[in-house]
Nanobody
Framework: QVQLVESGGGLVQPGGSLRLSCAPSRSNIRFYTMGWYRQAPGKQRELVADITSGGSTKYADSVKGRFTISRDNAKNTVYLQMNSLKPEDTAVYYC???????????WGQGTQVTVSS
């Protein structure tokens, strides 16, 4: 059914920036809260940021002030702008589409972000 395709990951030096993109294959993001999660080695998956259809945002304390989640409904794409990256930001980042009902969530395959000098 719905596939979420993430892109934009890669290797970056500390202090650098990356922008991740998430493009659902079929669904219209206007109707959904969208989010970014990440999972670092040896850690559980955690919320990074999400954005509602109305534009309200929420951020993890660890990224607040450095990361920005945004949505371009015309392009049907969700972004995560990551600035001032730190080595501890290294993780696989996953896009999430929150379902209209509990249990209807969809996840992307993830994109690797590595912050290293």
């Amino acid at each position: 059914q719905v596939q979420l395709v993430e892109s934009g990951g890669g290797l970056v030096q500390p202090g650098g920036s990356l922008r991740l993109s998430c493009a659902p294959s079929r669904s219209n993001i206007r109707f959904y809260t969208m989010g970014w999660y990440r999972q670092a080695p040896g850690k559980q998956r955690e919320l990074v940021a999400d954005i509602t259809s109305g534009g309200s945002t929420k951020y993890a304390d660890s990224v607040k002030g450095r990361f920005t989640i945004s949505r371009d409904n015309a392009k049907n794409t969700v972004y995560l702008q990551m600035n001032s990256l730190k080595p501890e930001d290294t993780a696989v980042y996953y896009c999430k589409q929150y379902g209209l009902k509990y249990g209807d969530d969809y996840w992307g395959q993830g994109t690797q972000v590595t912050v290293s000098s």
